[in-house]
T-cell receptor, first 117, second 115 residues
Framework: AQSVTQLGSHVSVSEGALVLLRCNYSSSVPPYLFWYVQYPNQGLQLLLKYTSAATLVKGINGFEAEFKKSETSFHLTKPSAHMSDAAEYFCAVSAAYSGGGADGLTFGKGTHLIIQP | DAMVIQNPRYQVTQFGKPVTLSCSQTLNHNVMYWYQQKSSQAPKLLFHYYDKDFNNEADTPDNFQSRRPNTSFCFLDIRSPGLGDAAMYLC??????????????FGQGTRLTVV
């Protein structure tokens, strides 16, 4: 089975400061990893994905994440926070890569990002 | 342009009264998923269709059913909604499985209230 753990249910940063949202994964096979953002009463929007190509992945809205196998981590960062970044962020792992025919995404519990003016 | 469309965005239903949520897609993707997201929780996969092949998650209650009459549409039926079924229901699609499943596209969700 595959799973992801997001450290910190709430993260608060000042506008203009570095954003760091943590995600650690557990997988018996090389995973596909994703970060999604969810605004209130909205669906999920893909920020970026890791699919075993480059370990440093750049996404939309200035976000990026680095896959570190030695640390089983896939932390999300953004150099300078903007007020519009306030949202819920989910790390997810794809079960599809297990080769067992399973499908769908397994999500972490989410991190609520608060931007202080 | 919206690619995964869920209707309605907000649904209020009575306790025990059957309700159907709908999802349509313009992506021609093979796989369609239904997720349940309760307040302040992560989305949880209920089931998915790979083409016409239905795949139920082991812990999805029997109260939840799904239909996929064609590639574009998928429905979530809740036969007897309870108060605990109040949640956001998210529909998603992907091209396929395994190495083809590198991205899921989500709809805006339907927020279900049970009164």
């Amino acid at each position: 089975a595959q799973s992801v753990t997001q450290l910190g249910s709430h993260v608060s940063v000042s506008e203009g400061a570095l954003v760091l949202l943590r995600c650690n994964y557990s997988s018996s096979v090389p995973p596909y990893l994703f970060w999604y953002v969810q605004y209130p009463n909205q669906g999920l929007q893909l920020l970026l994905k890791y699919t075993s190509a480059a370990t440093l992945v750049k996404g939309i809205n200035g976000f990026e994440a680095e896959f570190k196998k030695s640390e089983t981590s896939f932390h999300l960062t953004k150099p300078s926070a903007h007020m519009s970044d306030a949202a819920e962020y989910f790390c997810a792992v794809s079960a599809a890569y297990s080769g067992g025919g399973a499908d769908g995404l397994t999500f972490g519990k989410g991190t609520h990002l608060i931007i202080q003016p | 342009d919206a690619m995964v469309i869920q209707n309605p965005r907000y649904q209020v239903t009575q306790f025990g009264k059957p309700v159907t949520l709908s999802c349509s897609q313009t992506l021609n993707h093979n796989v369609m998923y239904w997720y349940q997201q309760k307040s302040s929780q992560a989305p949880k996969l209920l089931f998915h269709y790979y083409d016409k092949d239905f795949n139920n998650e082991a812990d999805t209650p029997d109260n939840f059913q799904s239909r996929r009459p064609n590639t574009s549409f998928c429905f979530l039926d809740i036969r007897s909604p309870g108060l605990g079924d109040a949640a956001m229901y998210l529909c998603a699609t992907s091209r396929g499985r395994g190495l083809m499943n590198t991205e899921a596209f989500f709809g805006q969700g339907t927020r279900l209230t049970v009164v």
